[in-house]
């Protein structure tokens, strides 16, 4: 098949956008759409482009005094009916086209078209994103290529709906345990219901009250749900364990070790297994080039509700936030779509920040 990213598709981030949403790249399956990103960087002279795995790695080499990476993932959900794109109006419709393959596309189209950045620029198009995190582009990346990290600054092209989204929650799920004596429901009083016993669980997080945290005037709001709720052995018998899934999303002022003892002690008393943790980021506004940034969008950041990528980056000391034309809201969704009017003002804006001399 002949390679869809054309030059004259990757002037127009638009039309480019509709190109990458036409290339199905479900994770684990982005083969595709990153061979097509590899052979159509390496046609442009101003770009060193390597690859690992299905992640793709574009830099400039101008000798700037700083560097700043423009990373955004390939994959996409499974397709829900949506594949391939349609146009009604102002919105491309299609897998991706806010999560995030507009955002992909802004990257995409200055790495082709800006020879002389401000900055110098790396670009990561990576794999894996949507899936278990042992998969992670940016994960593999940060253990056999930890070079291609390394910047003053870090930009996710993640759905923001063309607003900058600072830092991002840190997430923690963790089973909490009921245990009983089984016995035939005939005969109950011989036994004890650890379905029952989880109702005392369940009234804690109903009280339960979260913290609203305010940081370099990004406000992120936390929370502990049930997620998941397991028991029951018969029809017929008292049962002897249940276990319920809860996630804890907190503020980035909390470490991940901070978390898991808040958890503790919202359910002291009770068995808990921490089962997967993951830190947040704080907001990343002092760098210079995040300074400059926020200019060239000219709105107030807002706090990233959710955990993306920029905590890898943050984890390594490197300030990253969270911008791009997708709305977060429509991301996953079987009518996911993004309006062409966000595609054309973050390129403006992009490109304003990225191209000043000034």
């Known amino acids: 098949m002949a390679n869809p990213l054309t030059q004259d598709v990757l002037v127009d981030p638009v039309v480019l956008t509709r190109a990458l949403v036409d290339l199905q790249s479900v994770s684990r399956e982005e083969k595709e759409i990153a061979d097509c990103v590899e052979e159509v960087l390496r046609q442009s002279p101003h770009l060193s482009v390597d690859r690992?795995?299905?992640?793709?790695?574009?830099?400039?080499?101008?000798?700037?005094?700083?560097?700043?990476?423009?990373?955004?993932?390939?994959?996409?959900?499974?397709?829900?009916?949506?594949?391939?794109?349609?146009?009604?109006?102002?919105?491309?419709?299609?897998?991706?086209?806010?999560?995030?393959?507009?955002?992909?596309?802004?990257?995409?189209?200055?790495?082709?078209?800006?020879?002389?950045?401000?900055?110098?620029?790396?670009?990561?198009?990576?794999?894996?994103?949507?899936?278990?995190?042992?998969?992670?582009?940016?994960?593999?990346?940060?253990?056999?290529?930890?070079?291609?990290?390394?910047?003053?600054?870090a930009l996710l092209l993640e759905p923001t709906y063309g607003i900058v989204e600072a830092g991002c929650q840190g997430t923690l799920r963790a089973l909490v345990r009921t245990t009983g004596r089984r016995a035939h429901t005939a005969r109950a009083w011989r036994g004890v219901n650890a379905i029952h016993a989880m109702g005392a669980v369940l009234q804690r997080l109903t009280d339960y009250r979260p913290r609203t945290v305010t940081i370099d005037g990004c406000t992120y709001r936390e929370g502990l749900n049930a997620v998941r709720i397991a028991?029951?052995?018969?029809?017929?018998?008292?049962?002897?364990?249940?276990?319920?899934?809860?996630?804890?999303?907190?503020?980035?002022?909390?470490?991940?070790?901070?978390?898991?003892?808040?958890?503790?002690?919202?359910?002291?008393?009770?068995?808990?297994?921490?089962?997967?943790?993951?830190?947040?980021?704080?907001?990343?506004?002092?760098?210079?080039p995040a300074r400059e940034f926020l200019t060239a969008v000219g709105e107030q950041p807002e706090a990233k509700l959710g955990w993306t990528d920029v905590a890898r980056f943050a984890a390594l000391g490197i300030p990253a936030l969270n911008y791009g034309p997708g709305d977060p809201l429509l991301a996953h969704a079987p009518d996911e779509h993004v309006e062409i009017g966000k595609i054309r003002d973050g390129a403006a804006t992009l490109h304003r920040w990225l191209a000043a001399t000034d």
């Open 231 to 288: 028991g029951g052995v018969a029809g017929n018998v008292v049962p002897d364990a249940c276990e319920i899934e809860v996630n804890l999303r907190f503020a980035p002022d909390r470490t991940e070790k901070q978390a898991l003892e808040h958890v503790h002690e919202v359910f002291d008393g009770f068995d808990v297994e921490l089962t997967d943790s993951a830190a947040g980021a704080m907001p990343g506004l002092s760098a210079a």
């Open 52 to 153: 690992l795995g299905h992640t793709v790695m574009a830099r400039t080499d101008l000798g700037r005094e700083q560097r700043v990476v423009l990373a955004g993932h390939l994959d996409t959900v499974p397709i829900n009916d949506n594949f391939p794109s349609t146009v009604q109006d102002d919105l491309i419709f299609g897998c991706g086209a806010s999560d995030m393959k507009s955002g992909v596309a802004l990257a995409l189209h200055l790495a082709a078209t800006l020879p002389d950045p401000r900055y110098d620029l790396t670009y990561l198009f990576y794999e894996a994103e949507e899936i278990d995190s042992r998969f992670n582009g940016l994960r593999l990346v940060a253990e056999a290529r930890p070079d291609w990290l390394r910047a003053d600054f």
